[in-house]
């Protein structure tokens, strides 16, 4: 006796009829969809090894450090894992930087008078601090998707960075950092 093919129906394993040989004859779309909801359809990342620094008490982009995908379907999701290694003018200020899509901050809090949203602060610290951004973003389009980070100083002047100290002399003791996005798409 000659063995069915099954297929997976989302809920429970099915048989074929003899005379159906692949997907399409048993399932409808809806069927596939469901099929492979919550797959992982592509993975890209950007990687920063490079400095960058900025004075300016508004957000700038950093640069070397975004990624663009262009999601298969309209329903998928995109799971943003951000990492950047940041410091403010040690001893001086603070600032803060933010997750965007293009545009739009993305994973920030939310607007209340003066405050401004923002994914992370940063501090006047002797060192770098590694920011964590995780985020699941629905960008609902087809259309190709940039995912980067921005940061600010809180006060024009003072030096925020990414991937160094402030104090950044040439000594053994002196670090450099790396910093990365990644995205991966999920069909919903």
């Given at each position: 006796?000659?063995?069915?093919?099954?297929?997976?129906?989302?809920?429970?394993?099915?048989?074929?009829?003899?005379?159906?040989?692949?997907?399409?004859?048993?399932?409808?779309?809806?069927?596939?969809?469901t099929?492979?909801?919550?797959?992982?359809?592509?993975?890209?990342?950007?990687?920063?090894?490079?400095?960058?620094?900025?004075?300016?008490?508004?957000?700038?982009?950093?640069?070397?450090?975004?990624?663009?995908?262009?999601?298969?379907?309209?329903?998928?999701?995109?799971?943003?894992?951000?990492?950047?290694?940041?410091?403010?003018?040690?001893?001086?200020?603070?600032?803060?930087?933010?997750?965007?899509?293009?545009?739009?901050?993305?994973?920030?809090?939310?607007?209340a008078?003066?405050?401004?949203?923002?994914?992370?602060?940063?501090?006047?610290?002797?060192?770098?601090?590694?920011?964590?951004?995780?985020?699941?973003?629905?960008?609902?389009?087809?259309?190709?998707v940039?995912?980067?980070?921005?940061?600010?100083?809180?006060?024009?002047?003072?030096?925020?960075?990414?991937?160094?100290?402030?104090?950044?002399?040439?000594?053994?003791?002196?670090?450099?950092?790396?910093?990365s996005?990644?995205?991966?798409?999920?069909?919903?």
């Open positions: 006796m000659a063995k069915k093919a099954r297929v997976y129906d989302g809920t429970a394993w099915q048989e074929l009829a003899s005379a159906q040989t692949d997907l399409t004859a048993y399932s409808t779309t809806a069927q596939i969809a099929l492979l909801s919550g797959s992982v359809k592509q993975v890209l990342s950007t990687t920063k090894t490079d400095t960058f620094t900025t004075t300016s008490n508004t957000f700038v982009d950093v640069t070397g450090l975004s990624v663009t995908i262009t999601p298969t379907s309209a329903t998928s999701k995109i799971l943003v894992i951000g990492q950047i290694v940041v410091q403010g003018a040690y001893g001086a200020d603070n600032g803060m930087g933010r997750l965007m899509r293009d545009s739009t901050a993305i994973s920030v809090g939310a607007a008078g003066s405050r401004i949203p923002a994914s992370f602060g940063i501090d006047a610290a002797p060192v770098g601090q590694t920011q964590i951004v995780p985020f699941l973003d629905s960008p609902a389009t087809t259309s190709a940039t995912y980067k980070f921005q940061i600010r100083a809180n006060t024009s002047g003072y030096t925020m960075c990414v991937n160094r100290n402030s104090n950044d002399t040439d000594a053994s003791t002196t670090p450099r950092y790396a910093s996005i990644t995205v991966v798409e999920v069909l919903a």
